[in-house]
């Protein structure tokens, strides 16, 4: 079974600051997909940022962008420019590419001081 | 544009009574439809998913059970609800195709049994 492992369980940032959410992750695959989600608050989910294994180019959504080590199994989130409107628990997700469950992280607090 | 429901947002359930929560997807056609649990601090959990009417694939053994009644339309439901079913239940829906389908989430159903 593929495990997806998010080691900070908070991190706290400036506004206006740049902060990175780290995740590592366990396959033998070669094709999968990488995503991470926001939950705000109101406990809704939203997709950040998504990145698929056979791309070596990192996805970018804004002021989200994603670095992609495929060798080292890593798959880490920085926020650029942090906004009070980012503040939330983000997590990381694995996905196998001829499968449709999604393996989730345990989350990352993201709390921005004004 | 495709929207997802679930109802209702917030149920307090005595310990031993049944339980019924409703997902419905509107939009879309031939639907992925997950269910996830999620508890307090905690990632999610997925604990049933469908590829079809009737279709139903359990992950975990549990005391909940799902089913598809139609095309859009996820029920999760239990006979006698236990305190370890509290948490927040999140209903998901993916497009039936490999690749890189996001998972898109509904606005969840926070579930307190005492």
């Known amino acids: 079974a593929q495990t997806v492992t998010q080691s900070q369980p908070e991190m706290s940032v400036q506004e206006a600051e740049t902060v990175t959410l780290s995740c590592t992750y366990d396959?033998?695959?070669?094709?999968?997909?990488l995503f991470w989600y926001k939950q705000p608050p109101s406990r809704q989910m939203i997709l950040v940022i998504r990145q698929e294994a056979y791309k070596q180019q990192n996805a970018t959504e804004n002021r989200f962008s994603v670095n992609f080590q495929k060798a080292a199994k890593s798959f880490s989130l920085k926020i650029s420019d942090s906004q009070l409107g980012d503040a939330a628990m983000y997590f990381c997700a694995y996905r196998r590419g001829d499968d449709y469950k999604l393996s989730f992280g345990a989350g990352t607090t993201v709390t921005v001081r004004a | 544009s495709q929207t997802i429901h679930q109802w209702p947002a917030t149920l307090v359930q005595p310990v031993g009574s049944p339980l019924s929560l409703e997902c419905t997807v509107e939009?879309?056609?031939?639907?992925?439809l997950y269910w996830y649990r999620q508890a307090a601090g905690r990632g999610l959990q997925l604990l049933f998913y469908?590829?079809?009417?009737?279709?139903i694939s359990s992950e975990v053994p549990q005391n909940l059970s799902a089913s598809r009644p139609q095309d859009r339309q996820f029920i999760l439901s239990s006979k006698k609800l236990l305190l370890s079913d509290s948490g927040f239940y999140l209903c998901?829906?993916?497009?039936?195709?490999?690749?890189?389908?996001?998972?898109?989430f509904g606005p969840g159903t926070r579930l307190t049994v005492l």
């Open positions: 939009g879309t056609s031939n639907p992925n």
């Open positions: 998901a829906w993916s497009v039936r195709l490999v690749g890189g389908n996001e998972q898109f």
């Open positions: 396959t033998s695959e070669s094709d999968y997909y």
């Open positions: 469908s590829v079809g009417i009737g279709q």
